[in-house]
Each structure stands twice: as structure tokens, then as C-alpha cells.
């Protein structure tokens, strides 16, 4: 071999090498971090830390959970607190945040942690790689009504469920609500879960309540829900429809809903 084709065997083994290096470091992951977050000190002196965590990675996380640190006006350390995303009831699972996906988190303190003297906060985010959920669910409808009751402002958040899986979702559904104020930040979040089997093309109401004691009023929301192994396709989101009386909740729900598989309903007409 002359001293030239040597010359351009090594060359192409080194561009060999730094393409495999490059993949190496290209290597697909989870990145889980809290896109946003605000608090409040109510009268009592308790501290609310409501936020959010975004799957900023291509690979699905779980087992997610996060870890506040308290600082004072002058950043001296006061206390620390823990909490995990929730899971589902009775299954002992965790959520699946999927690439792109958020979820919201609170923690509530008690005065006796020192809150009189919390002045801002920073987070850790500890995360689990895992694999993927199946697009099962699609939210064709959703809404929150926002009322007062008392001291707090109550969110009632409604709509409908359709499971869009070829089987039945046997597990139950998780729906995750985060309220948030004009400015875009979370000031509130609510969890429920639904006991209910889904057949495939089923489409089924949900009905549930967030309390903010913020004195920022909500002003839109965002919704996702999950089975043990089924998620929904695209979160729901929409503004929060402003102040009404609370006798009215349940008859405008309920009409909503039913105008909501009435829809769906002629879809399926339309397209058989």
C-alpha cells in the first residue's frame, strides 16, 4: 500500500470515529424539568408551590419527583420539601410523561417549616427512563367555570372522555388540570381519578373541582389524563369561562356534555 492510500484509509477512519462519537453523544433521553412555578403565603402563614414539569427529552420519564429548596431575602437556606407527580390510586404506577408532555405538582408547607421567612425556592427533578404508552384517549370536549366560594376561588373543570384504543381501558383514567392566571403562570392544580371501564369508541363525562387560593384569578387551563397503559393524544386546553353562579354548574355541564357526544355522535354517522 502506498504512503497516499494509507494516507486516505486513516483519514476515513477517523471520520469513522468521530461520527460514531458524535452518535454516542446524540444518545436519545428523558430531560424532565419545571417549566414554571409560583407560590403563595395565605393568612395562616401555609406556603402553596404550585408548578409545572415538561418532558424536555425524546424518551418517556416516570417515577418523577421533585425536591424544593427555601431560601430567605438574603438566600440563606430555611427548609426543604419533597414531592412525587401523581400516580395512579390503587395501582401503585406512576405517570408516564411523554416526550413534549407536562404535568403539574404543589406542595403545601405548614408555618412551623419557617415559611414567614421563605422568600424563593429552587428545584431538583429526579426521573426514571421507561418505555412508551399507546395513544388511547382524546378529550373532544372540555371546559372550567370559575366561582367563589368563600375565602377561595373554586374551578370546576368538565367534559368528556373518548377512548380511541382498539380494546377496552379497564384500568380507570387519571385527568390532571393546571390552572393558570392571565400572565401564563400555574396557580393551580387538580387531580381526579375515574373507576370506569371504557369500551373502544366509548365516549364518557367527567366532572371535577381545582381551589386556588390565589388572588390572581384563573384565567386558562390545560387537561391531560392517562389509564396504566394508555395516554391521551394531545392535551386539552381552553380559557376559563368567567365568574357564574354555582347552581348553574351542573345543568350547563350536563348540556355541554351531551351536545359533546351529540357531535361525536354524527361524526361516526357522517363518516359510515
Not at 87 to 96: D, K, M, N, R
Not at 218 to 244: C, D, K, M, R
Request: net charge negative; charged share 10%; glycine share 6%.
Amino acid at each position: 500500500m502506498s504512503a497516499r492510500h494509507a494516507l486516505i484509509v486513516a483519514l476515513l477512519i477517523a471520520v469513522a470515529c468521530a461520527f460514531a462519537s458524535f452518535s454516542q453523544l446524540a444518545k436519545a433521553s428523558a430531560n424532565v424539568i419545571v417549566v414554571s412555578h409560583s407560590s403563595y403565603r395565605d393568612a395562616l402563614n401555609d406556603y402553596w408551590v404550585f408548578g409545572e414539569v415538561k418532558n424536555a427529552g425524546n424518551v418517556p420519564a416516570t417515577n418523577i419527583s421533585l425536591s424544593a429548596s427555601f431560601y430567605d431575602a438574603s438566600d440563606n437556606f430555611v427548609n426543604s420539601s419533597n414531592t412525587a407527580i401523581a400516580g395512579f390510586y390503587g395501582l401503585g404506577q406512576s405517570i408516564v410523561l411523554l416526550p413534549g408532555a407536562k404535568a403539574p405538582f404543589y406542595m403545601l408547607l405548614l408555618p412551623q417549616s419557617g415559611t414567614a421567612n421563605f422568600d424563593h425556592c429552587g428545584f431538583a427533578v429526579l426521573f426514571e427512563e421507561c418505555a412508551s404508552k399507546n395513544m388511547g384517549f382524546q378529550v373532544p370536549f372540555s371546559q372550567c367555570a370559575r366561582y367563589q366560594s368563600g375565602p377561595t376561588e373554586n374551578v370546576n373543570v368538565s367534559g368528556a372522555i373518548k377512548n380511541t384504543a382498539i380494546v377496552p381501558i379497564q384500568e380507570g383514567v387519571n385527568f390532571y388540570a393546571t390552572l393558570y392566571d392571565s400572565t401564563g403562570t400555574v396557580i393551580g392544580y387538580g387531580y381526579m381519578y375515574k373507576e370506569e371501564n371504557l369500551l373502544p369508541g366509548e365516549v364518557v363525562a367527567f366532572n371535577f373541582q381545582v381551589t386556588t387560593f390565589y388572588l390572581a384569578q384563573a384565567a386558562n387551563f390545560t387537561l391531560t389524563a392517562q389509564s396504566a397503559n394508555y395516554a391521551i393524544e394531545g392535551e386539552s386546553n381552553g380559557i376559563v369561562i368567567p365568574e357564574f353562579p354555582s347552581f348553574l354548574i351542573l345543568p350547563l355541564f350536563m348540556v355541554a356534555t351531551l351536545l359533546a357526544v351529540i357531535v361525536y355522535k354524527k361524526k361516526r354517522t357522517d363518516i359510515t
